[in-house]
């Protein structure tokens, strides 16, 4: 449904997006992942047609968006991170000029606005002011606008930023209950968000792409903590070397552990469970085997992804910084 | 077509539910009434004065209520035009609302047009109240219509011509303030461009004061529909939808 090859954009002296593909089939879920300022919202105005890409390859539902932006309009519903919202509207009219403007024929235009308004429970509020609404409500007439026409493919930039536990829970299972007829890329900085909705995660990085995989893949990844003592008997460099010539073992970084003991970072190759293999080894050179611990959470395996100092460091404030300046 | 009616009707929709028209339309009462009201008073002074001295100089309402009256409406336009295109993108821009505008299924030229027009229908609800006022001179005098009719043109085509340039204004900021007040900078000299005439009569007088904006309503107000003056009006709309195009394509190339 969605081709990306080569993607990059330029802004005068700042590189947004660097040179990403990826591919998204009919009717997946994904989930668009990375800090702030990693170039999600970019590459997103770049799927629907927004801006052009300073070089690479975009296709959405077998059309190129910069030969044939108008084609690719027709197919997309498009959540910009402010609900894009006429406050001196009420939701009824505002979503009946949407349903025209995306060219519904005028005969559909109010069958297609009860479904919307159906789908993202706005009816009861349908003759209000848009400037009357509250903040959950506001998000869900922007997605009710964004579903109007029944796009092939729906793109929501940071859906649930700024709403609160509620809300977000009832969001995301309205995106969920999307799914199916649509083809759904979102962006969310917040990992248990992805966990609960997606199938698929591309993450990015300052731009450039880290990984896509499978949500389940991910969290299944045959990496795992392990601590251990060795009464003395060997150091540090010996027991990871020792660990290393485990079959199937592809990684092992020495971490930091409380005196008397050794830990490391196993990483095992994709698909591979090595933890009984390590085990083994372990206590067959006669060390004890105090913790075996797979990292499994999502939040783990994002932050060894895109890099731990990121999360603290004050570099992701600099590049949202850069990106607000941009718009 | 049918994407220029859709934005046009949510850009009237929105001046209607917002004050900004009632505003618009309240100050224009007021204004042109006041006009109204002024030049047909010196029109019956006037009158009384010559009756008093015993000639009977032929007097005629056209010339000495309607043109006069045209006449300032044309400059109360410059100022008011400004305040109906000042919101048309910059406030799309703040809202974000431009964002669903560009990626829905039209073309910039008729988002462009369809906003345009939304404005002229805006200034035509005013040039309204004036009709109104001007009417109540058929009832108790008989002007001619004709010269009433090209001088309702002569407003249209010189309020097109300025709200054309305005969206241009306002689709390069999203400051609404900033594109009112660069707009009003630029209607006010359009205006009083045309007083370099009284320098002299060199080519580049000739040409500045061609381009001055009020001179070429003179002729639509006395009646006077003027080949000169219509392509002045309809080339200015041209090129302010133009540039206003343009600003647009070039605004995801900055995006």
């Not at chain 1, 993607?7 to 668009?32: E, P, Q, R, T």
């Not at chain 1, 927004?50 to 108008?70: I, W």
């Not at chain 1, 930023?161 to 962006?187: F, N, V």
């Amino acid at each position: 449904m969605i081709q990306v090859t080569g993607l990059s954009k330029k802004y005068a002296n700042y590189v947004a997006v660097d040179n990403i593909s990826f591919s998204v089939d009919k009717g997946d879920i994904v989930g668009f992942l990375g800090p702030n300022g990693a170039g999600k919202t970019t590459t997103m105005r770049i799927l629907t047609c927004f801006m052009p890409p300073t070089a690479g390859k975009v296709m959405v539902g077998g059309f190129d968006v910069f030969e044939q932006p108008f084609e690719v309009k027709k197919h997309i519903g498009y959540l910009p991170e402010t609900p894009p919202l006429y406050p001196e509207m009420n939701v009824v009219d505002y979503l009946t000029f949407v349903a025209r403007l995306k060219g519904i024929p005028n005969a559909d235009i109010t069958d297609k606005v009860q479904q919307a308004m159906k789908k993202c429970s706005v009816l009861d509020v349908s003759t209000k002011l848009i400037s009357k609404l509250s903040k959950g409500y506001r998000q869900r007439v922007g997605l009710a606008q964004a579903i109007v026409h029944n796009p092939d493919v729906l793109i929501l930039d940071e859906p649930t930023s700024g709403l609160d536990p509620k809300q977000i829970l009832e969001t995301r299972d309205l995106i969920k209950g999307l799914a199916g007829d649509h083809t759904i890329i979102l962006s969310t900085h917040i990992l248990p968000e992805v966990e609960a909705i997606c199938k698929k995660v591309i993450i990015i990085n300052k731009g450039k792409l880290v990984k896509t995989d499978s949500v389940e893949n991910l969290k299944n990844r045959a990496a795992f903590t392990i601590e251990m003592s060795t009464r003395g008997a060997a150091d540090t460099v010996a027991v990871r070397q020792k660990l290393e010539q485990v079959a199937s073992v592809s990684k092992v970084v020495d971490r930091e552990a409380s005196s008397g003991r050794l830990a490391f970072d196993v990483e095992g190759l994709a698909g591979s469970d090595v933890r009984p293999d390590v085990a083994r080894a372990v206590v067959q050179a006669g060390w004890n085997l105090l913790e075996m611990k797979s990292s499994t959470t999502l939040e783990e395996v994002f932050i060894e992804l895109t890099g731990a100092e990121q999360s603290s460091a004050p570099q992701p404030v600099a590049a949202a910084e850069q990106a607000g300046e941009q718009q | 077509m049918r994407n220029v009616g859709t934005i046009c009707r949510r850009e009237l929709y929105s001046y209607f539910v917002s004050p900004i028209a009632w505003v618009l339309l309240a100050l224009f009462a007021f204004l042109s009434g006041w006009f109204t009201w002024l030049s047909s008073s010196y029109f019956v002074q006037d009158t009384m004065a010559s009756q008093m001295r015993g000639q009977a100089a032929p007097m005629s309402v056209n010339e000495m209520v309607i043109a006069p009256l045209f006449g300032n409406i044309a400059v109360i336009g410059l100022f008011l035009i400004p305040l109906i295109s000042m919101r048309l993108f910059a406030e799309e821009k703040r809202q974000g609302t431009m964002e669903l505008l560009v990626t829905s299924p039209v073309h910039d030229i008729e988002i462009v047009l369809g906003k345009w027009l939304a404005a002229v229908l805006m200034y035509a609800a005013l040039l309204g109240v004036l009709l109104l006022d001007i009417s109540w001179l058929f009832i108790y005098g008989s002007p001619d219509w004709k010269p009433v009719v090209s001088g309702f043109a002569g407003l249209l085509l010189q309020g097109g011509a300025l709200l054309a340039f305005g969206a241009f204004i306002s689709s390069l900021t999203k400051n609404q303030i900033v594109a009112g007040a660069v707009g009003f900078g630029l209607a006010l000299l359009l205006w009083i461009i045309n007083w370099a005439t009284s320098l002299g009569d060199s080519t580049t007088i000739r040409i500045v004061s061609y381009l001055s904006i009020v001179s070429h309503m003179e002729s639509f107000s006395r009646g006077v529909i003027d080949t000169k003056d219509l392509i002045y009006y309809l080339s200015m709309i041209f090129l302010g939808l133009f540039l206003t195009t343009r600003s647009l394509e070039s605004l995801r190339w900055r995006a």
